[in-house]
Protein backbone atom coordinates (compact mmCIF):
# COMPACT_ATOMS: atom_id res chain seq x y z
CA UNK A 1 0.00 0.00 0.00
CA UNK A 2 3.01 2.26 0.89
CA UNK A 3 3.65 1.40 -2.58
CA UNK A 4 0.84 2.37 -4.48
CA UNK A 5 0.75 5.72 -2.21
CA UNK A 6 4.23 6.80 -3.30
CA UNK A 7 3.74 6.04 -6.79
CA UNK A 8 0.82 8.24 -6.41
CA UNK A 9 1.75 10.95 -4.79
CA UNK A 10 4.82 11.39 -7.13
CA UNK A 11 2.63 11.61 -10.59
CA UNK A 12 0.51 14.11 -8.55
CA UNK A 13 3.59 16.21 -7.96
CA UNK A 14 4.97 15.48 -11.11
CA UNK A 15 1.48 16.51 -12.94
CA UNK A 16 1.32 20.12 -10.79
CA UNK A 17 5.02 21.25 -12.45
CA UNK A 18 3.89 20.12 -15.69
CA UNK A 19 4.37 23.87 -16.55
CA UNK A 20 8.17 23.46 -16.11
CA UNK A 21 10.77 22.90 -18.84
CA UNK A 22 11.08 19.32 -19.69
CA UNK A 23 14.57 18.96 -18.51
CA UNK A 24 13.44 20.47 -14.69
CA UNK A 25 11.10 17.95 -14.65
CA UNK A 26 12.74 15.07 -15.38
CA UNK A 27 15.55 16.25 -12.38
CA UNK A 28 12.78 16.89 -9.87
CA UNK A 29 11.08 12.96 -10.96
CA UNK A 30 14.59 11.57 -10.36
CA UNK A 31 14.82 13.15 -6.99
CA UNK A 32 11.77 12.54 -6.11
CA UNK A 33 12.40 8.73 -6.96
CA UNK A 34 15.85 8.76 -5.73
CA UNK A 35 14.09 9.92 -2.28
CA UNK A 36 11.83 7.22 -2.08
CA UNK A 37 14.17 4.52 -2.74
CA UNK A 38 16.23 6.36 0.21
CA UNK A 39 13.53 5.79 2.68
CA UNK A 40 13.69 2.11 1.66
CA UNK A 41 17.73 1.59 2.12
CA UNK A 42 17.01 3.13 5.63
CA UNK A 43 14.47 0.35 6.26
CA UNK A 44 16.32 -2.68 4.41
CA UNK A 45 17.74 -5.89 5.89
CA UNK A 46 20.32 -6.33 2.55
CA UNK A 47 20.90 -4.64 -0.54
CA UNK A 48 21.20 -6.25 -3.93
CA UNK A 49 22.80 -3.91 -6.09
CA UNK A 50 22.98 -4.26 -9.95
CA UNK A 51 23.75 -2.40 -13.40
CA UNK A 52 19.83 -3.15 -15.58
CA UNK A 53 20.55 -6.15 -17.59
CA UNK A 54 22.58 -8.11 -15.61
CA UNK A 55 20.47 -11.50 -14.16
CA UNK A 56 18.19 -9.76 -11.23
CA UNK A 57 15.06 -10.90 -12.51
CA UNK A 58 16.52 -14.54 -12.53
CA UNK A 59 18.41 -14.09 -9.05
CA UNK A 60 14.83 -12.31 -8.23
CA UNK A 61 12.68 -15.76 -9.40
CA UNK A 62 15.23 -17.86 -7.54
CA UNK A 63 15.51 -15.76 -4.20
CA UNK A 64 11.69 -15.39 -3.97
CA UNK A 65 11.21 -19.06 -4.58
CA UNK A 66 13.68 -20.02 -1.74
CA UNK A 67 11.52 -18.31 0.64
CA UNK A 68 8.08 -19.27 -0.85
CA UNK A 69 9.78 -23.27 -0.24
CA UNK A 70 10.96 -21.89 3.05
CA UNK A 71 8.41 -20.47 4.64
CA UNK A 72 5.43 -21.91 2.68
CA UNK A 73 4.44 -18.69 1.39
CA UNK A 74 1.87 -18.98 -2.49
CA UNK A 75 4.37 -18.38 -6.05
CA UNK A 76 3.08 -15.90 -7.75
CA UNK A 77 4.43 -13.12 -5.55
CA UNK A 78 7.99 -11.75 -6.19
CA UNK A 79 10.02 -10.74 -3.75
CA UNK A 80 9.04 -6.73 -4.57
CA UNK A 81 11.19 -5.20 -0.90
CA UNK A 82 9.17 -5.82 2.21
CA UNK A 83 5.68 -7.55 0.77
CA UNK A 84 6.99 -11.33 2.11
CA UNK A 85 8.60 -9.97 4.93
CA UNK A 86 5.02 -8.64 5.81
CA UNK A 87 3.81 -11.98 5.28
CA UNK A 88 6.58 -13.80 7.38
CA UNK A 89 8.63 -11.24 9.53
CA UNK A 90 11.68 -14.13 9.01
CA UNK A 91 12.21 -12.98 5.29
CA UNK A 92 14.18 -10.18 5.22
CA UNK A 93 13.41 -6.64 3.06
CA UNK A 94 15.53 -6.74 0.21
CA UNK A 95 16.43 -3.30 -1.56
CA UNK A 96 16.97 -4.54 -5.82
CA UNK A 97 18.62 -1.58 -6.64
CA UNK A 98 20.68 0.43 -9.47
CA UNK A 99 21.45 2.91 -7.62
CA UNK A 100 20.92 5.65 -10.39
CA UNK A 101 18.07 7.70 -8.50
CA UNK A 102 19.18 7.69 -4.91
CA UNK A 103 22.32 9.45 -6.17
CA UNK A 104 20.43 12.35 -7.15
CA UNK A 105 18.31 12.67 -3.34
CA UNK A 106 21.64 12.92 -1.86
CA UNK A 107 23.57 15.21 -4.50
CA UNK A 108 26.76 12.26 -4.37
CA UNK A 109 27.73 11.24 -7.90
CA UNK A 110 31.30 10.00 -6.82
CA UNK A 111 31.03 8.11 -4.00
CA UNK A 112 28.97 5.00 -1.96
CA UNK A 113 29.11 6.05 1.69
CA UNK A 114 25.21 5.82 1.85
CA UNK A 115 25.24 1.87 1.78
CA UNK A 116 27.75 2.03 4.45
CA UNK A 117 26.80 -0.53 7.11
CA UNK A 118 24.26 -2.12 5.17
CA UNK A 119 25.11 -5.81 3.83
CA UNK A 120 24.93 -5.39 0.05
CA UNK A 121 25.31 -8.38 -2.87
CA UNK A 122 26.67 -6.42 -5.93
CA UNK A 123 25.88 -8.70 -8.77
CA UNK A 124 27.80 -8.38 -12.08
CA UNK A 125 27.79 -9.42 -15.63
CA UNK A 126 30.01 -8.95 -18.57
CA UNK A 127 29.54 -4.93 -20.27
CA UNK A 128 29.28 -6.23 -23.40
CA UNK A 129 26.68 -8.80 -22.75
CA UNK A 130 24.70 -6.60 -20.20
CA UNK A 131 24.81 -3.62 -22.65
CA UNK A 132 23.72 -5.70 -25.77
CA UNK A 133 20.75 -7.58 -23.65
CA UNK A 134 19.97 -3.32 -22.69
CA UNK A 135 19.81 -2.79 -26.65
CA UNK A 136 16.72 -5.21 -26.94
CA UNK A 137 15.30 -3.92 -23.55
CA UNK A 138 15.09 -0.08 -24.76
CA UNK A 139 14.04 -1.58 -28.51
CA UNK A 140 11.24 -4.02 -27.39
CA UNK A 141 10.27 -3.60 -23.53
CA UNK A 142 10.97 0.45 -22.39
CA UNK A 143 8.86 3.07 -22.25
CA UNK A 144 9.39 6.08 -23.79
CA UNK A 145 8.60 8.07 -21.11
CA UNK A 146 11.68 5.60 -19.26
CA UNK A 147 14.22 6.38 -22.05
CA UNK A 148 13.87 9.88 -21.63
CA UNK A 149 14.42 9.64 -17.61
CA UNK A 150 17.49 7.46 -17.97
CA UNK A 151 19.33 9.72 -20.88
CA UNK A 152 18.91 6.97 -23.35
CA UNK A 153 18.39 7.36 -26.59
CA UNK A 154 14.96 8.82 -27.86
CA UNK A 155 11.99 6.46 -28.31
CA UNK A 156 11.78 5.14 -32.20
CA UNK A 157 15.82 7.28 -32.68
CA UNK A 158 17.65 4.61 -35.69
CA UNK A 159 20.30 3.46 -34.08
CA UNK A 160 22.42 0.38 -34.61
CA UNK A 161 23.27 -2.04 -31.95
CA UNK A 162 26.94 -1.24 -32.32
CA UNK A 163 26.23 2.42 -31.92
CA UNK A 164 24.04 1.69 -29.02
CA UNK A 165 26.58 -0.60 -27.55
CA UNK A 166 29.21 2.14 -27.57
CA UNK A 167 27.22 4.84 -26.69
CA UNK A 168 28.62 6.90 -23.28
CA UNK A 169 25.20 7.40 -22.32
CA UNK A 170 23.19 4.24 -22.32
CA UNK A 171 26.21 0.63 -23.33
CA UNK A 172 29.20 -0.31 -22.39
CA UNK A 173 31.28 3.10 -21.50
CA UNK A 174 28.24 3.96 -18.76
CA UNK A 175 28.29 0.42 -17.85
CA UNK A 176 32.15 0.53 -16.97
CA UNK A 177 32.13 3.64 -15.10
CA UNK A 178 29.61 2.05 -13.26
CA UNK A 179 31.43 -1.00 -12.05
CA UNK A 180 34.94 0.93 -11.40
CA UNK A 181 32.61 3.07 -9.03
CA UNK A 182 32.27 0.16 -7.14
CA UNK A 183 35.57 -1.42 -7.64
CA UNK A 184 37.00 1.98 -5.79
CA UNK A 185 34.91 1.84 -3.42
CA UNK A 186 35.53 -2.08 -1.91
CA UNK A 187 38.05 -1.15 0.33
CA UNK A 188 35.47 1.43 2.45
CA UNK A 189 32.12 -1.09 2.58
CA UNK A 190 32.55 -3.88 4.94
CA UNK A 191 29.72 -6.07 4.01
CA UNK A 192 29.87 -6.57 0.22
CA UNK A 193 29.78 -9.57 -1.47
CA UNK A 194 30.25 -9.19 -4.95
CA UNK A 195 28.51 -12.53 -7.34
CA UNK A 196 29.13 -12.79 -11.16
CA UNK A 197 26.28 -13.62 -13.93
CA UNK A 198 28.77 -16.02 -15.18
CA UNK A 199 29.70 -17.75 -11.98
CA UNK A 200 25.95 -17.98 -11.38
CA UNK A 201 25.11 -19.74 -14.82
CA UNK A 202 28.26 -21.86 -14.17
CA UNK A 203 26.37 -23.21 -10.61
CA UNK A 204 23.71 -21.23 -9.73
CA UNK A 205 23.57 -23.54 -6.28
CA UNK A 206 26.80 -22.25 -5.48
CA UNK A 207 26.21 -19.15 -5.94
CA UNK A 208 22.42 -18.84 -3.90
CA UNK A 209 24.37 -21.08 -1.03
CA UNK A 210 26.86 -18.00 -0.72
CA UNK A 211 23.84 -15.25 -0.79
CA UNK A 212 21.87 -17.06 1.72
CA UNK A 213 24.63 -17.72 4.11
CA UNK A 214 26.16 -13.71 4.35
CA UNK A 215 22.76 -12.68 4.09
CA UNK A 216 21.73 -14.50 6.91
CA UNK A 217 19.03 -17.08 5.69
CA UNK A 218 20.70 -20.10 5.22
CA UNK A 219 18.91 -23.23 3.66
CA UNK A 220 19.11 -26.41 3.18
CA UNK A 221 20.72 -27.73 -0.11
CA UNK A 222 17.00 -29.47 -0.96
CA UNK A 223 15.26 -25.81 -0.44
CA UNK A 224 18.22 -24.34 -2.58
CA UNK A 225 18.04 -26.64 -5.44
CA UNK A 226 14.49 -26.29 -5.28
CA UNK A 227 14.54 -22.42 -5.85
CA UNK A 228 17.61 -23.35 -8.50
CA UNK A 229 15.39 -25.45 -10.73
CA UNK A 230 12.17 -23.53 -10.07
CA UNK A 231 14.28 -20.63 -12.44
CA UNK A 232 15.49 -22.57 -14.89
CA UNK A 233 15.36 -20.91 -17.98
CA UNK A 234 13.23 -22.92 -19.73
CA UNK A 235 10.83 -22.60 -16.54
CA UNK A 236 11.20 -18.84 -16.84
CA UNK A 237 10.37 -18.57 -20.74
CA UNK A 238 6.75 -20.52 -19.86
CA UNK A 239 6.35 -18.40 -16.81
CA UNK A 240 6.96 -15.30 -18.56
CA UNK A 241 4.45 -16.56 -21.61
CA UNK A 242 1.81 -17.70 -18.88
CA UNK A 243 2.54 -14.33 -17.08
CA UNK A 244 2.96 -16.57 -14.01
CA UNK A 245 3.43 -13.40 -12.16
CA UNK A 246 0.93 -10.97 -13.04
CA UNK A 247 1.13 -9.80 -9.84
CA UNK A 248 4.22 -8.39 -10.34
CA UNK A 249 3.51 -5.54 -13.08
CA UNK A 250 5.92 -6.31 -16.18
CA UNK A 251 8.62 -7.08 -14.43
CA UNK A 252 8.21 -10.81 -16.06
CA UNK A 253 6.04 -10.27 -19.25
CA UNK A 254 6.89 -9.96 -22.84
CA UNK A 255 6.85 -7.10 -24.63
CA UNK A 256 5.18 -8.73 -27.63
CA UNK A 257 4.31 -12.20 -27.70
CA UNK A 258 5.32 -12.71 -31.27
CA UNK A 259 8.61 -11.00 -30.65
CA UNK A 260 11.37 -13.21 -28.81
CA UNK A 261 13.26 -10.69 -28.60
CA UNK A 262 10.69 -8.65 -26.63
CA UNK A 263 11.15 -11.05 -23.76
CA UNK A 264 12.61 -10.47 -20.36
CA UNK A 265 14.18 -13.87 -20.23
CA UNK A 266 15.84 -13.53 -23.87
CA UNK A 267 18.64 -15.58 -23.99
CA UNK A 268 20.74 -15.20 -21.05
CA UNK A 269 24.36 -16.45 -23.17
CA UNK A 270 27.15 -16.44 -21.91
CA UNK A 271 29.40 -13.71 -24.79
CA UNK A 272 26.04 -14.02 -26.58
CA UNK A 273 27.32 -10.52 -27.84
CA UNK A 274 29.77 -11.79 -30.13
CA UNK A 275 27.02 -12.90 -32.61
CA UNK A 276 25.74 -8.92 -33.20
CA UNK A 277 28.74 -7.43 -34.17
CA UNK A 278 31.53 -8.41 -37.07
CA UNK A 279 35.28 -8.81 -36.50
CA UNK A 280 36.36 -5.15 -36.34
CA UNK A 281 33.12 -3.70 -34.22
CA UNK A 282 34.51 -6.82 -32.12
CA UNK A 283 37.84 -5.60 -31.57
CA UNK A 284 36.67 -1.70 -30.69
CA UNK A 285 34.12 -3.68 -27.89
CA UNK A 286 36.73 -5.76 -26.16
CA UNK A 287 39.87 -3.38 -26.72
CA UNK A 288 37.09 -0.88 -24.83
CA UNK A 289 36.81 -3.36 -21.72
CA UNK A 290 40.20 -4.01 -21.82
CA UNK A 291 41.50 -0.86 -21.64
CA UNK A 292 39.12 0.87 -18.93
CA UNK A 293 37.56 -1.82 -17.19
CA UNK A 294 38.63 -2.67 -13.61
CA UNK A 295 40.58 -6.14 -13.57
CA UNK A 296 38.95 -6.87 -9.91
CA UNK A 297 35.80 -8.70 -11.80
CA UNK A 298 37.85 -10.68 -14.33
CA UNK A 299 36.18 -9.52 -17.66
CA UNK A 300 39.49 -8.61 -19.47
CA UNK A 301 38.82 -11.60 -21.83
CA UNK A 302 35.63 -12.72 -22.89
CA UNK A 303 33.88 -15.61 -21.66
CA UNK A 304 31.42 -18.35 -23.58
CA UNK A 305 28.91 -20.74 -22.42
CA UNK A 306 29.91 -23.01 -20.02
CA UNK A 307 29.08 -26.14 -22.54
CA UNK A 308 31.96 -24.08 -25.00
CA UNK A 309 29.19 -22.63 -27.06
Given at each position: ????????????????????????????????????????????????????????????????????????????????????????????????????????????????????????????????????????????????????????????????????????????????????????????????????????????HATMKKVLEFVGTPGTDDEIRQAVDFAAYDNMKKMEEKKFFRLSGARVKAGDQKNPDSFKVRRGKVGGYRDYFDDQQLAVIDGYV????????????????????
Amino acid sequence: MHEFRAVASRYLVLWTLFFLPRARRIALERRIRGKEEYRKLGKADWVLMSWGKSGRTWFRVMLSHFYHVKYGLPKHHLLEFDNLHRKNPAIPRVLFSHNNYVRDYLRDWTTLAHFRGKKVVLLVRDPRDVAVSQFFQWKYRMRPHKKLLNEYPPHGADISIFDFVMDKKAGVPRIVEFFNGWARSMPNLDDLLVIRYEDMRRDPHATMKKVLEFVGTPGTDDEIRQAVDFAAYDNMKKMEEKKFFRLSGARVKAGDQKNPDSFKVRRGKVGGYRDYFDDQQLAVIDGYVREHLDPVFGYGEAEAEPNGT
